[in-house]
C-alpha cells in the first residue's frame, strides 16, 4: 500500500541542499522519523517513508510534505521482515529513480529484567532492530553512487544505562553501533558515508516527555529538559548533506547532555 505525488519544490527559489535526491526513511510515520521525512524533504529530497501500524499517520506525513511542495511516498513494510524491507526499497527505487539516503529509523523496544524477557521478544527485537537495518543498508547499498549517505539510529543506552529493564534494547542498538563501523571501511571506497546518530531522552511515542523514564532522567541532563524530535532530524539532516562527506564511521550522541 502506497501513496506519493510527484510535485517538484518552486523552481524560483533557491537550490536546497539535498536537491535531486532520494531518501529512505524506515519507520517514518511518527515521532523520530516522521521528523527526518519531513525535515529532508523540506531540504529538497524525494522522500518515501515505510511504516507497519500507522497508515494514517503516514498517509499525514506525507500529506504534509506535499502540501509543501515535496515529493513523497509511503510504503507499508513490517522492518522485521526481509522481504517487505527489499520491496520497500525497490519501491523506491521505482518511483523516484534511485535512492541516495537511507534513514534507518524503524525500532521496537521489549524489555524487562534480563530474567523476565520472553524469547519471542527478543526475536522481535532482533528482527527489526538488527536484522531490518541489514536488510535495508545491503539492498540500498547496491543503488548508491559516490555520495550516498547511510545513517542508522541508535541510542545513548549504549553509551550509559539510565535505568534498568533495556539490556535488550541496548543489546540491539550496540549492534548497530558495531556494524556502522564496520560499514564505513566497506563503502567508503564507493563514497558512501555510514554514520549513526544516537539520540537520548527524546519525546516520542515510546518515551514520552513526562513518561515514567522521564523522571528517572531528567535530573542527568545537562540541558535539563527532553529532546524533540525536530532536534534529532536536524541532527540527521546534517549527515545527509554534501558538506558532511568527510563525516563518516562516528558516533554521534545527541541527548541534551545525559551522557557527558
Do not use: C, W
Not at 529512505?24 to 524533504?41: C, H, Q, Y
Not at 546518530?197 to 540541558?223: K, W
Amino acid at each position: 500500500m502506497s501513496t506519493s505525488t510527484m510535485s517538484s519544490t518552486n523552481p524560483t527559489g533557491p537550490k536546497l541542499p539535498l536537491a535531486g535526491k532520494t531518501a529512505l526513511v524506515t519507520g517514518g510515520s511518527r515521532s523520530i522519523g516522521a521528523a527526518i521525512a519531513r525535515r529532508l524533504a523540506a531540504d529538497g529530497a524525494a522522500v518515501a517513508l515505510t511504516y507497519s501500524t500507522s497508515p494514517d499517520k503516514a498517509a499525514a506525513v506525507v500529506n504534509a510534505i506535499e502540501s509543501e511542495g515535496g515529493r513523497a511516498l509511503a510504503i507499508a513494510a513490517d522492518a522485521g521482515q526481509p522481504e517487505a524491507v527489499r520491496a520497500a526499497v525497490t519501491e523506491t527505487v521505482r518511483a523516484f529513480g534511485g535512492i541516495d539516503i537511507l534513514i534507518n529509523n524503524a525500532g521496537v523496544a521489549l524489555g524487562g529484567p534480563i530474567g523476565d524477557i520472553r524469547f519471542e521478544d527478543y526475536e522481535r527485537m532482533v528482527a527489526v532492530n538488527i536484522t531490518g537495518v541489514f536488510v535495508a543498508t545491503q539492498e540500498a547499498s547496491r543503488h548508491m553512487k559516490a555520495g550516498g549517505r547511510i545513517v542508522h539510529i541508535g541510542s545513548s543506552m549504549t553509551r550509559y544505562a539510565a535505568f534498568a529493564g533495556a539490556s535488550l534494547y541496548t543489546l540491539t542498538k550496540g549492534a548497530v553501533a558495531g556494524f556502522n563501523r564496520s560499514l564505513a571501511r566497506d563503502l567508503g571506497p564507493k563514497g558512501i558515508t555510514v554514520n549513526t546518530v544516537h539520540p537520548g531522552p527524546t519525546d516520542t511515542d515510546m518515551n514520552p516527555d513526562g513518561g515514567p523514564v522521564s523522571q528517572i532522567v531528567l535530573p542527568g541532563m545537562a540541558v535539563g529538559r527532553y529532546g524533540q524530535p525536530g532536534e534529532i532530524a536536524s541532527v540527521v539532516a546534517f549527515l545527509a548533506r554534501p558538506e558532511a562527506g568527510f563525516v563518516t564511521g562516528a558516533d554521534i550522541v545527541a541527548d541534551g547532555g545525559l551522557t557527558a
